[in-house]
């Protein structure tokens, strides 16, 4: 069972809700029938004042710092949401290629970027 997010969502689990989702390249039972475009949603955070001071303190010690892994978190999902919401705006059936990507933008805050492929697929016949 996963853990709950501060946001309502569960960790590690991204449930779209009229896109489907996959980091392969084709979906199983499927064929692509049209590629629509890249999708994408960039996020750029940075700590809190507080999520900052206990995570530095926490980083003298070494280990997980919960408190980043949320700020962290919080983006991926936001950019993920952003993403479907492009492949929506689209009208595309999925998302194939699916990744992220993260970056310091500046000292204290990191872009999050998820992006794949739309498309429009179509249910595969029997032979």
Do not use: W
């Not at 955070?45 to 999520?51: L, M, P, T, V």
């Not at 303190?57 to 993403?83: F, P």
């Not at 970056?103 to 249910?123: D, K, N």
Request: one cysteine or more; aromatic letters at 6%.
């Amino acid at each position: 069972m996963s853990e709950q997010g501060p946001h309502g969502y569960r960790i590690g689990e991204e449930r779209p809700v009229r896109v489907l989702v996959t980091t392969g390249n084709d979906v199983a039972g499927f064929r692509i029938t049209h590629y629509l475009g890249i999708v994408r949603g960039i996020v750029v955070r940075s700590a809190s004042i507080g999520q900052g001071i206990v995570g530095a303190l926490k980083s003298i010690g070494g280990g997980n710092i919960s408190e980043y892994a949320e700020v962290c978190e919080v983006a991926r999902h936001d950019a993920y949401l952003q993403m479907v919401a492009h492949a929506e705006h689209l009208g595309a059936h999925a998302i194939v290629g699916m990744r992220y990507d993260a970056t310091e933008f500046m000292q204290g805050a990191t872009e999050v970027l998820a992006y794949g492929t739309a498309v429009l697929i179509e249910q595969k016949r029997p032979q």
